[in-house]
Nanobody, 119 residues
């Protein structure tokens, strides 16, 4: 069973930066596609960024040029570097792993880390 633990959230001023980390247990990390989602108060959870097992990345338009997703397979960790943060980036950020399972795939989620952008 895969367990994901996010860290790195906190309070930051507009224009500031944070780096989120998501550490995965188990031996499947290198074959997993990883993603960061976020959920702001009163809103639905939205996809922020993805990275495939091969390292290809994709971003939602609202964070392009400001956020960078990366992974370190040796550390079983995926990162989200967030620059030029805006108040509208305030949300709980969740990590998700999608990994091969049997004939298909399975998702695992972390419990989230809160990012608050405010002066």
């Amino acid at each position: 069973q895969v367990q994901l633990v996010e860290s790195g959230g906190g309070l930051v001023q507009p224009g500031g930066s944070l780096r989120l980390s998501c550490a995965a247990s188990g031996s499947i990390f290198s074959t997993s596609a990883m993603a960061w989602y976020r959920q702001a108060p009163g809103k639905e959870r939205e996809l922020v960024a993805t990275i495939t097992s091969g390292g290809s990345t994709n971003y939602v338009d609202s964070v392009k040029g400001r956020f960078t997703i990366s992974r370190d397979n040796a550390k079983n960790t995926v990162y989200l570097r967030m620059n030029s943060l805006k108040p509208e980036d305030t949300a709980v950020y969740y990590c998700k792993a999608t990994f091969p399972w049997g004939m298909g795939s399975m998702d695992a989620w972390g419990k989230g880390t809160l990012v608050t952008v405010s002066s």
